[in-house]
């Protein structure tokens, strides 16, 4: 089968559903069919054998089928279970939208496949801090165990809204949503 045959062919198997929600993917569990020719970079863009998916629709289907087992990320439908690449995340937060302030604050994000989670225990936050450069790396929790980057426009908003907080003797500039607190970098002693 062609590589554009797999991809049709995967989309075809996705269950319609009248109702609003994600697949059950977590219940699927088909024999691994290998690795098909996709990816999806670091900006969010999905590609399929080199070229961008231009359909956004398409992108937001495939979306919706997209589980990380361990270190790997598959596409799962209930008859067949294939690998993609994923470059870092497989959504980016690329919309903030803030509701109050203070400890009552929260922080909704929009994803570049309009996923929208509101931060807060089931949907933390982290930044991790580039070895080399030192340059902020932010992530939320969209579901499951997959995450998606925040855009460096939406975390410069972050960053405006942050506020000092000490924790375990330390000084850290962070962010409230949902009642809980998420730091987002230590002050300078």
């Not at 977590?26 to 961008?52: Q, V």
């Not at 998606?148 to 506020?163: G, P, S």
Request: proline share 8%; charged share 25%.
């Amino acid at each position: 089968m062609t590589e554009t045959g797999k991809a049709n062919d995967l989309l075809a198997q996705i269950p319609k559903s009248d109702k609003k929600g994600l697949p059950p993917v977590h219940l699927w569990n088909p024999e691994f069919c290998g690795h098909i020719d996709m990816r999806i970079a670091r900006d969010g863009t999905w590609f399929y054998m080199g070229t961008p998916i231009g359909r956004k629709p398409m992108v937001k289907l495939f979306s919706t089928i997209i589980r990380r087992d361990g270190d790997d990320y598959v596409l799962v439908t209930p008859v067949e279970k294939v690998g993609i690449k994923v470059d870092d995340a497989p959504f980016v937060a690329v919309e903030l939208q803030v509701e109050g302030e203070g400890e009552a604050q929260l922080l909704r994000f929009i994803t570049n496949v309009e996923d929208e989670v509101v931060a807060g225990t089931e949907h933390p936050l982290r930044v991790e801090l580039d070895a080399n450069t030192e340059e902020p790396a932010p992530y939320i929790l969209v579901r499951s165990n997959l995450e998606a980057l925040i855009h460096r426009n939406v975390f410069y908003q972050l960053v405006e809204l942050a506020v000092p907080r000490q924790i375990e003797g330390r000084s850290w500039l962070g962010v409230w949503s949902s009642g809980a607190f998420f730091p987002i970098g230590p002050l300078p002693d």
